[in-house]
């Protein structure tokens, strides 16, 4: 008891510390870029360049403090999940021109493969968020070229949604700490300047609100598949 108390404390610590860390970032660079450009009358375009800059690392913390936001008010018990028949295989391709278009941006083609019909009890808005956020992974973890395929099994009475990439991968090691929040692995940060370790976190927190579960799996350097599992309507 008062070891699983301790642990949940130094959990706390050490999210608060992580925050500040992120935070803390974005802020040092926009100071600095800033202190520096003052420091001397320079040509419009410079200044150009430094609030282009400046709204890069605002967009950064923004969606870092969104997505604060939201798992702080989801472990509060805020969050509002709607509970309606939601078709997945619809959905799968109601994103599948975004998910092309996202793909585009990084050289990376998202097909979509098996799809057969599942209906689940849920938040549409929400599946939708999950789904896109594995996606973005997905690509952003592919390498030119690379492909992404996005696919929905029945199995029994669930449904197995997955997204599949040919990218960097992720060390054995390392799989059971990917839906930490804020983790990333050195791979990801390498290869990936952008990202705030937070997505999956939220993606874990929506399956397991939809009592289901996401899975994954991975070779290093030769790809990743994530699964979420749902339990399925009766038909
Ligand atoms: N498709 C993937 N391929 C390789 N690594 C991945 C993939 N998806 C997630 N990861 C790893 O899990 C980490 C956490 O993912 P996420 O919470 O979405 O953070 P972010 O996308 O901001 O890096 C990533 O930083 C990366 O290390
Ligand atoms: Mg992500």
């Not at 997945?88 to 109601?94: F, N, P, S, T």
């Amino acid at each position: 008891m008062i070891a699983r108390l301790e642990a949940s404390f130094r959990q706390v610590r050490q999210f608060s510390a992580d925050a500040s860390h992120e935070l803390r970032t974005p802020l040092t660079v926009i100071k600095g870029e800033a202190e520096l450009a003052l420091r001397r009358p320079r040509p419009a375009e410079d200044y150009r360049q430094v609030l282009e800059s400046t709204l890069e690392e605002i967009d950064r913390m923004t969606q870092i403090v969104d997505e604060l936001l939201f798992l702080s008010r989801a472990d509060l018990g805020e969050v509002a999940i709607e509970s309606l028949p939601v078709r997945l295989d619809a959905l799968v391709e109601d994103i599948q021109r975004q998910a092309a278009v996202l793909g585009q941006e990084h050289g990376v083609q998202v097909t979509v493969g098996t799809v057969e019909p599942a209906v689940v009890q849920g938040d549409e808005l929400r599946l939708r968020e999950l789904l896109l956020n594995l996606v973005d992974n997905a690509v952003k973890y592919s390498r030119p070229g690379g492909k992404v395929e996005i696919a929905l099994v029945r199995e029994g009475t669930t449904a197995r949604l997955s997204v599949t990439d040919q990218g960097i991968g992720i060390a054995p090691e390392e799989l059971g700490r990917i839906f930490d929040r804020f983790y990333r692995t050195d791979a990801a940060r390498a290869h990936a300047k952008k990202g705030t370790g937070l997505g999956l976190s939220i993606c874990k927190w929506i399956a397991e609100a939809h009592h289901g579960r996401i899975e994954a799996q991975s070779t290093m350097g030769q790809g990743s598949k994530f699964t979420v599992v749902l339990p399925v309507v009766h038909d």
